[in-house]
């Protein structure tokens, strides 16, 4: 590829768009980006009240690619474990790992801000507002795009162009016209409402700041992040129909019985929960796969737009940005040799936005649910206790997918071996209280670890 | 419903739409349809020789709503089971259900001609031709056309609404822009061409005319269903890429070498195989799901347009012709009380679609691979053997799809049953010739019965 031909379209600059746009500049690449809104920095955002995310270990690599940490950092607030809500008021602490692990809360606004002034920084890249992708001829590798302002149209193309235009992409849509892309969008039958527990009269945080607080109540679950400001964002998630469902919450009076009867504790922490209510949205849960990712190897699509998944892995932009990353190493090792680069992202990734996408499904029962389940803690406990003993040879599932950089699909492989393993651990007679000094549990897992090294060298 | 308001529009002419047409002309609906082709009556179609299909009990019983029944058993052909071509040229013939039962070769051309006829002869009813829908507005239920052969936009709109318009349906389209709309797109690795084997010289049948020819080969087949003028329309179902598949024929030698390895018997009988196999297209095999099937109690999707299956099973018209009879069913019973009528066809008829799309990929092993493997020969006899001596309490999963009304859902949850049946039957010492006299089988069978019955009483 000559120089003069390194030109990319980027269609989005949401969190994946600009991060890409940050490593195409930065390997010399002419980028042009089409963003649908307008420019969040003429907006007057400010960070910190936003919808929040969980940064953990695979977007920090993400992050550090793009230089910004440090800005990134200055604004989070770590989260180290659980912090769940009993129906009692009484509170129970889960640590996600180990000591001095934790994942972090950070703005949606204020990281995608940063990365688009960053992204603006460079030279070789354009940042367009207000454009709206209306056709797609991706054979041509042509864009059109409607003008939200003035109504013009305008047609761009390159030989390079990268779909990180989101869950409803444009770009995807007109892929999945074609012969032999296989798609699927799958809801779930629950929808989520934000909701606010304000900064106290002094400024501080009404609960544990460094917690991911959650009211587990079952089929349904509150949840609240930490923002910089001392405010939660608090998160319902709860079943569109059925009985305790948004179909029977419409007045004062069914709002505030459903939060007195399921989430006591959190009514004096949210002065305008009827407003709340009322005001935001409900909003739907969406997983979104498809394949392949490429096409013709010309057009690529990275994040929601290639993999949409619901958020109770907190990996929605983890996964997002390890694409970036991927794509980065990959870039790295065959330079601009694009067909060899899109095939082999296109082959290798899409299992491990098929893993995340379910184990992020698996994590809604967990958390909804399990979290509040004796065996389920029980087992925590001992996975901890296994990875303290073994290291090398023990990493609880939460923590492959959070804490490390092990392909998702290998880390949901890894998980499923482990639910073999706890359920011979969780059958030992006295388990509950003999787990520390159990040469029985000892010898199950020397057997497992044995039985697994010996599948691995098959 | 006030009469005046008795309005439908359906979109697609195809075999779903034509059959529903004529089923709402019967109940008195003033009906508007739209074909994006043109009209096959005007371009001298003649029946006999383009794609055919497998008409079956489910179809028949359609058919006979139409009122056309003896029209299209004039020209079908009765294919009373499977002729497999061996290797070395040897024939083996398996029969599809009891004597007497067949499924019946038909033109798919020939079958919507005379639909689209008896459609015309209703004085409710308007045809369309050449109406590509171009825009779909479902919250107004309104449509947009443009006319292929003048260009001009027409915009229609009607209280109901049927979307039989086909597997990339503009309805679907529309729809699954709406949130809570679940819906997958699958292909598979396979593509498939179809060939000719004309009529004998003295206008015969090359092969055994009452017959489904196949070829099995394992990973692949080649198949012919019989036509009334003598000729054979086969198919070649062959995966796209590896050792065996299309993109390694692209030469008359290498074409001509991949049939005699294969199909040796068939190069003689197929004077115009290499002229066929580079002008038919290789075309794909596509697998949709969606669900909700209506929308807003004024959309409702039929035929392909909600559940495209691949073909493996013959099932694919008499699906959506099954999806005409319910309808028509639902009408009788609830009148033009649309809410109940949608609300009902859309909670109980996907899981049967979803079944029969299992179904129908699961065949394609059968057909391709199993029908040359003497156990699966050996549980169809004893399968065959059994629904003799019990017709009332064991039918064969092919005979339930095939020759029966069951719903497809639980036809499929039989098959389950039956395969675990099996499992025990043919793990019996000498079962391969001791079958017809078995007093361990048949308390194998008497066990699965009575287990069976408790389930159902549970």
Known sequence: MATSDKKAIVVGAGLVGALLTILLARR???????????DMRGVGFKGGRSINLAMSTRGWKAIDKAGIRKKIEANA???????????????NFQPYGKTGQAIYSVSRGGLNLELIEIADTFDNVQLHFHQKCTQVALDEGELHFEDGKT???NVHDAPLIFGADGAFSAIRSAMQRKSRFNYSQHYLDYGYKELTIPASANGGFQMEQHALHI???????????????????????????GEDSF?????????????????????PMMPDLLEDFYQNPTASLVTIRCNPWQYQHRVLLLGDASHAIVPFYGQGMNSGFEDCTILDGLMEQHGADWPTIMDAFSESRP??????????LRNFVEMRDLVADPQFLLRKKIAAHLHQQHPDAFLPLYSMVTFSHIPYSQALAE????????????ALENIETNWQHNPKLDSIFQHWLASKKQLATV
Not at 28 to 38: A, L
Not at 247 to 264: N, R, S
Not at 415 to 426: P, S, T, W
């Open 351 to 360: 299992k491990d936005a098929d893993a995340i996408a379910d184990l992020a």
């Open 415 to 426: 998980g499923k071996a482990q639910d073999q393993l706890f359920e011979q651990i969780l």
């Open 215 to 241: 009211w587990p109540r079952g089929k349904f679950m509150l949840i609240a992040l930490p923002n910089p400001d001392g405010s939660f964002t608090c998160t319902l998630f709860l079943p569109y129909e």
């Open 28 to 38: 010399g690449y002419q980028v042009e980006v089409f963003e649908r809104r307008g």
């Open 151 to 153: 109504g013009a149209t």
């Open 247 to 267: 179909e029977h919450l419409h007045t004062d009076t069914e709002i505030l019985a459903f939060f007195q009867k399921y989430f006591p504790d959190a009514i």
């Open 77 to 91: 607030i770590a989260m180290k474990g659980r912090m769940m809500h009993n129906l009692d008021g009484s509170l």
